[in-house]
């Protein structure tokens, strides 16, 4: 069974920093582009970021450009997010999902929450 | 502002057949397949349709997609209670090298 399960989220201050992983399993890692996705309260979901199989390719919404980095431990089957310079509307239940890119989003994680503010 | 648009809100009673639309541009839905996704807030999304009209393994026949130009349509048949959740539409845009949604339509079945 495919499972990904999110960890890292909590809370902290504006312009603060923080690490997203997320755990694969029932699946060849290496093989599956993955991104994450957000929903921010009362609001619909967005997409954050993906990366290629081998982890070679990124991309990023605008939204997080320069200020989030997207990155993949194949040895692990783990994916992460680098969130740094956070603001209050980066506020969200972060999703990661097996797939992006001109390929479906296939399975997702439960969510980690992430909140930021003072 | 969403770059896929879909209204924000259908409804219809249980039995029912609902259809939601999804309306983009050539650099997205014109030239990619789309995926439709139900998604209860707190929950895990969960995939219904891909590539534009197949359905995964256990998503029951009641769910359907299809892609016309810059627009997909998912439709539901026989509502049930337990259908009522948020519907997304989600595709990639080969110009904007993003993965877009649309805005969400909520489905509530009266």
């Known amino acids: 069974e495919v499972q990904l399960l999110e960890s890292g989220g909590g809370l902290v201050q504006p312009d603060g920093s923080l690490r997203l992983s997320c755990a694969a399993s029932g699946f060849t890692f290496s093989s599956s582009g993955m991104s994450w996705v957000r929903q921010a309260p009362g609001k619909g979901l967005e997409w954050v970021s993906g990366?290629?199989?081998?982890?070679?390719?990124?991309y990023y919404a605008d939204s997080v450009k320069g200020r989030f980095t997207i990155s993949r431990d194949n040895s692990k089957d783990t994916l992460y997010l680098q969130m740094n310079s956070l603001r209050a509307e980066d506020t969200a239940v972060y999703y990661c999902a097996k797939g992006g890119g001109s390929y479906t989003m296939d399975v997702w994680g439960q969510g980690t929450t992430v909140t930021v503010s003072s | 502002q969403s770059v896929l648009t879909q209204p924000p809100s259908v409804s219809a009673a249980p039995g029912q057949k609902v259809t939601i639309s999804c309306s983009g541009s050539?650099?997205?839905?014109?030239?990619?397949?789309v995926s439709w996704y139900q998604h209860l807030p707190g929950t895990a999304p969960k995939l219904l349709i891909y590539?534009?009209?197949k359905r995964p393994s256990g998503i029951p026949d009641r769910f359907s997609g299809s892609k016309s130009g810059t627009s997909a349509t998912l439709g539901i048949t026989g509502l049930q209670t337990g259908d009522e959740a948020d519907y997304y539409c989600?595709?990639?845009?080969?110009?904007?090298?993003?993965?877009?949604f649309g805005g969400g339509t909520k489905l509530t079945v009266l």
């Open positions: 990366v290629s199989g081998s982890g070679g390719t990124s």
């Open positions: 590539e534009s009209n």
């Open positions: 050539s650099s997205n839905i014109g030239n990619n397949y």
């Open positions: 989600g595709t990639w845009d080969s110009s904007l090298s993003a993965w877009v």
